[in-house]
């Protein structure tokens, strides 16, 4: 929790429209979503008799998340596991995601009702972990891979988030959270390190503006290019 796997999901979204694809956002985090507040929507399209027609951003990327349905979204969801499962699936089942090339699930931390739902539910074509540099984070995408590896779901690549930030004087990285350990996890499981990214006040500002469509380009080029290749398998 807290690595940024909302932001990267909303990031990576945005680099596909950009490529020229039609893309969507199922907002799996039904406790913690944050999706509609980076793409600054507040509502979903409608409804009728075929489903739920997700929201629509500036740019036209399609996104379906709890807080879209609720009267106050500051309000807490306190939910069961099984309820939560639920409600996933529906968004999945229920909502009209219309023409849409990419569909990117934003997961909660952990590997529990949420995240079992989306392996069992939905047709994925890869997962990608998000961590930070810490080395108490290896732990769990230890724990994230094993469970991709049960479910059968093929484990596209790691980023690391917050990985260094560029000092505004020379321009020379800083590791804020000290050494990495994500190459060491890679290579434990012969997997790609597809991006690191900076610890960057300005995404962090276009997400709380809800301007994420704003961002610059080549942040996440390498995951772009290991999620075409997925789908083209």
């Not at 907002?27 to 913690?32: K, L, Q, R, S």
């Not at 999706?35 to 027609?53: I, N, R, W």
């Not at 290896?138 to 980023?159: R, Y």
Request: proline share 7%; aromatic share 6%; with cysteine.
């Amino acid at each position: 929790g807290g690595v940024g796997k909302s932001m990267v999901t909303s990031q990576l979204a945005v680099t596909m429209h950009r490529r020229g694809y039609q893309v969507g956002i199922l907002d799996a985090d039904i406790t913690g979503p944050s999706a509609p507040t980076a793409f600054g929507v507040t509502e979903c399209q409608g409804a009728d008799e075929h489903g739920l027609y997700p929201a629509l951003t500036r740019t036209g990327i399609q996104v379906m998340s709890i807080n879209l349905l609720l009267d106050n979204p500051a309000d807490p969801v306190v939910w069961r596991g099984p309820v939560i499962a639920g409600a996933v699936k529906q968004f999945w089942t229920d909502v009209i995601w219309e023409d849409v090339d990419y569909l990117f699930v934003d997961m909660p931390p952990g590997t529990g009702d949420a995240p079992l739902t989306v392996f069992q539910s939905i047709p994925l074509d890869g997962i990608i972990i998000v961590t930070s540099p810490q080395e108490l984070v290896s732990m769990i995408v230890s724990k994230a891979v094993e469970m991709a590896k049960m479910m059968n779901v093929p484990v596209l690549g790691l980023i690391e988030n917050y990985s260094y930030v560029k000092c505004p004087c020379c321009g020379e990285p800083f590791k804020v959270y000290g050494e990495s350990h994500i190459d060491e996890v890679a290579a434990k499981y012969d997997l790609k390190v597809l991006d690191k990214l900076p610890l960057d006040p300005q995404i962090a500002s276009l997400c709380d503006r809800g301007a994420i469509e704003l961002m610059g380009d080549g942040l996440l080029d390498n995951a772009a290019d290991a999620v075409e290749a997925a789908h083209r398998a």
